[in-house]
Each structure stands twice: as C-alpha cells, then as structure tokens.
C-alpha cells in the first residue's frame, strides 16, 4: 500500500508544481542557479566516465574483433553505436543520479528538517513550484546536453585509445565513425536522456521534500532516491528501448 | 485578531488537538504555553496553515483563513511573519539575502529601497552591520534576531514565534523577549508565542493559553496565573521552588497571605532563599 501511497504523493506533488510564480525574476535566477549546480556541477565527472568509456570500448571490440575478414574501421563503428546509444544516456545517466540526485535530496531534506521550506510557505510561496520546478527544468536543459557533450567525448577516447595502443589509425576511426551512421539514434539517446532527466531531478526531489526526522533520516531519503532513480532509469531504458528501436 | 474555533487535528488516529477555541488580540503578545506533547506546536501549525485541520476554523480579521483557497491564502500569508524554533535562515543566502527575500519575492522597490529596508530591520533588532555575513557564522541569539528580521521586514500584521528562547542563555532569551514585545506594541501586531519558558510568561505574556494534552485548559491574564486554582496549570507554572517562592512573594503583597500550606519561614531563610548569594567563605 506503501507504494500506492507514494505514487499518490509523487502525483500531487507534479501537480502541485504548476502554480503561477509569485515573482518570475526570482524562478528565473533559481532557475540558473539549478543549471549551474547540475550542470557545471556535473561536467568534470561526466567527462571522465566518457573518455574512459569510449577508450575501454575500443579495446575491448578490438579485442573480440579477431577476424582478418573484419576491416579495423568496424571497430569505430561499434564503438560510436554504443557510446550513442546506450553509454552517453544510460551510464552517465546512472552517475548523475549519484551525483544531482543526491544533492537534490539532501538540499530539501536539509531545508524540510530545518522548517526552511515551512518558512517559505508562511511568507505565501508555493515552495513546490518554487524548489522543485526550477529544479526539474535546469535537469530538462542540462543533463541532454551533458549527454551530447558525453556521447563527443565516448567517441574522442575511443578515438586515442585506438591510435594510443596501436589498434588502429586515426584516419580509419575517423572513415569508420563515418560510414552506416543512423541520426535516428541520436534521437533516441535524446529521447532517453530527456525520460532520464525527469526522473534524475523528480524522484529525488520527492524524497527530499517529503522527509521526516532528521539527520539520519535525510541521508537514508538521499541513498532511496538514487537507488529508486537508478531502478527506474534502467527500467525506463529497456521500455524505450522496445518501443522506439 | 485571530478567532480560532473549534480546532481539531488528528494524526493517523490519534487525536492531538481537540475543539481548541480561543481569541488573541492585537497589540498584544499572546502565549500558547503547556507541556512538550501537549500540542502547542501543531496547534500554531494549525493557525497559520502549515497543518490543515480536521475541523474549525481560524479567522484572520474576521476572513475565514481555513476556507480559502490559493490566491486569497496567499495574500493573508504575505502579513504573517513568523520566527522558527531553529530559526529557519537559508544556509546558502548570508544575512542581507536572507532578510531581502521576501522583499525580492513580493515587491517591486528598487535595489536601494530594499537594502534601506533591511538595513533599518537589522537596526530594529539591535544587529547592525552583519548584512555579508552567513547564517554559519552567527551565534544562536544572533540567527534569532535575523529570523525576527526577516519575519517583520514586511510589516507583517500577525507575528508567530515558535519556541524563541529554545537553546538560548537566558541573557539572550531577556533579549530576544523584549524585542518581541517591543516590535508587537510598536507595530500593533497580533503576536502568538508558543513557549514553555516560564521566564517569557512572565516577561511578555499578555494573554495566556495553556495547553494540556491537546485540550485548552487555561488562559487568561498573567496576572490571573497567580490567583489560579487550575491545579494543573500551577503543576506546569510553579513546578520550580524558585516560581513558587515569586508567586507566594507576589501573593503576600496583594493580598497579604499565602493561600498554601508552604512554609514562610523558608523563604525568607538566608541560607535556603532562592536568591541568597553562594556560599563564598569555603
């Protein structure tokens, strides 16, 4: 009934999000703040994982690719499908709920336990609209394009991988990166990093802003909102998976 | 004015509030005091809307607050300033942010206007030139008067303070008391306290409602306190032998008798009277 109950919530609270501002200069600036936060925020991670990820691909295509029948451009191939379609959207997505996720629900957590979001709603602000919209959108913008900036970087370090370790020539990664390129994937991984954005940013954020006790409690609501972020994001990824491919 | 009547509120069954009916005034501080448990908290949570109760209502100058819906909610809520228990500041805004936010949220003034007004606040509260610093770096009392601050920066009519004195020195707690009823006579407001430190009865309370197991058992004056019979609220009010030595003190010079079975010849004991000086000899 548990879960009833909290789909209930999670409902109202979406609902609850879309009021009037009572001063758009000030959703605005919050609005920025969030794309910073998440955005900036996030970037030196991001790109980490995605040099890394494209430069293990490489490698380990190569290392399967043992036929002499198989031209080494496949390997570049391989790796740009798999970067474009499952790595930049899913994995990064997977760490940014770690890393905006749980900061989403500890900062609500904080100003729930600490009557802040008590002391927002005597002044008259529809705190919903006020902490969590702002927070939803800033993820909306940010986290595709932090796919985008993913999916260059996956492929640039399978790029140096490859010519690095001597599997292939810059030149042949660079034809192979070329040759059988589908758009629609990329508007694939785009539709998935929008599905994941929203639930990176709300699910955390109905944690937080539901939490009750303290201390404690918050990063118990924080370590829920990733591992429930990060089921549904993979559940999400297998559902537009089947329907969109 | 804030009419409450009938308030009732319940939590998964368990009823917390029961038909609390109750007038506070203007202009004056009002105290919602009691026992911890005994529903002060979520009574004033009732009042100012962050409880929905289960029934009754809370009248704002004669508008029924409990019926409203957005918008007109929203508009009684701009006049309701209110101090929090842990007092509520935003870590990540320093002092001038913290105070200029509802000014920034709901007016149109100017840069200027707004740093004048928040500037004259921290004045008020006897706190000037702390406008960069963040809430990190304040000692309790000060995060207080910066809550108070930012609850009167827009000229609230109605004034809620929740447990001003929690986790404060009691030299700090004079002070933060006497800004409260300060700024409640200053600017007419209807002001609603809700403590258990006896210190503030004493020193600001106005009108008293105390509170017992959900129920409204008491309220009057502080005056009407010393003359009560209500034995369960002179359990709460004198349960220390320092309050009750001060009500028999006050009894004895306005009626020149001390209705109790206490012992005078106690209290007026150098070596046990609750203000003799410690023993300075050893």
Redesign the interface.
């Known amino acids: 009934m548990t879960i009833f109950n909290d789909i209930g919530r999670y409902l109202l609270m979406i609902k609850g999000m879309f009021?009037k501002p009572?001063?758009g200069?000030?959703y605005w600036k919050e609005f920025i703040h969030q794309c910073t936060e998440i955005g900036f925020g996030s970037l030196g991670i991001v790109a980490i994982i995605s040099v890394f990820i494209g430069a293990v691909s490489t490698i380990q295509t190569a290392y399967q690719l043992v036929s002499p029948l198989i031209p080494p451009s496949t390997i570049a191939q391989i790796v740009r499908d798999t970067v474009i379609l499952e790595f930049a959207p899913t994995l990064v997505c997977i760490v940014l709920a770690g890393v905006a996720g749980s900061r989403i629900a500890s900062e609500l957590g904080?100003m729930r336990v600490?009557?802040?979001i008590?002391?927002l709603?005597?002044?008259?602000?529809n705190t919903k609209a006020y902490l969590i919209m702002p927070k939803i959108a800033a993820a909306l913008l940010m986290i595709p394009l932090l796919v985008v900036i993913a999916m260059a970087l996956g492929i640039w370090g399978g790029r140096l991988a490859g010519t690095m370790s001597g599997i292939l020539s810059g030149n042949i990664y660079d034809k192979g990166l070329l040759e059988f390129f589908v758009p629609y994937n990329v508007f694939f991984a785009l539709t998935k990093a929008y599905v994941f954005s929203f639930i990176i940013s709300s699910i955390p954020a109905f944690y937080g802003y539901y939490v009750k006790g303290g201390a404690l409690e918050i990063g118990r609501a924080s370590t829920k909102a990733v591992v429930v972020s990060c089921i549904l994001i993979l559940f999400a990824d297998y559902i537009l998976s089947a329907l969109l491919l | 004015m804030i009419e409450v009547k009938n308030i009732k509120k319940s939590f998964d069954g368990k009823v917390v509030i029961e038909d609390v009916s109750t007038v506070m005034k203007a202009g004056q501080c009002n105290l919602i005091i009691g026992t911890s448990g005994s529903g002060k908290t979520v009574l004033q949570k009732c009042i100012?809307?962050?409880f929905e109760p289960d029934s009754g209502e809370v009248l704002y100058s004669g508008n029924n607050f409990t019926a409203m819906k957005?918008e007109e909610?929203?508009?009684?809520?701009?006049e309701?300033?209110?101090l929090?228990?842990?007092s509520?500041?935003?870590?990540s805004l320093n002092v001038e942010d913290n105070i200029m936010?509802?000014l920034?949220?709901?007016t149109h003034n100017t840069h200027k206007q707004k740093l004048d007004r928040v500037n004259e606040v921290l004045n008020r509260v006897n706190l000037p030139g702390v406008n960069k610093k963040f809430p990190a770096e304040l000692s309790g009392g000060m995060k207080k008067r910066v809550a108070l601050a930012r609850a009167i920066v827009l000229n609230p009519k109605y004034l809620?303070c929740d447990e001003p004195n929690s986790g404060l020195d009691p030299q700090t707690s004079l002070v933060i008391d006497k800004l409260i009823k300060e700024i409640t006579i200053e600017f007419n407001m209807t002001t609603v306290v809700n403590t258990h430190d006896m210190n503030s009865v004493m020193e600001i309370g106005d009108y008293i409602l105390y509170m017992y197991q959900g129920r409204k058992e008491w309220e009057g004056s502080k005056k009407d306190i010393i003359f009560s019979k209500n034995q369960l609220l002179n359990e709460f009010i004198f349960a220390s032998e320092f309050l009750q030595d001060a009500k028999d003190m006050r009894m004895l010079e306005e009626t020149g008798k001390i209705p109790n079975h206490r012992n005078m010849d106690l209290m007026l004991d150098k070596d046990t009277a609750p203000l003799a000086p410690p023993d300075q000899g050893e």
Do not use: C, H, Y
């Not at chain 1, 709603?121 to 602000?125: D, P």
């Not at chain 2, 509520?88 to 870590?91: G, M, P, R, V």
């Open positions: 009021s009572e001063n200069k000030m904080n600490s009557e802040q008590d002391a709603e005597i002044m008259g602000i | 100012v809307g962050l957005g909610k929203t508009e009684i809520r701009k309701i300033g209110m929090f228990q842990g509520a500041l935003f870590d936010f509802p920034n949220m709901f809620f």
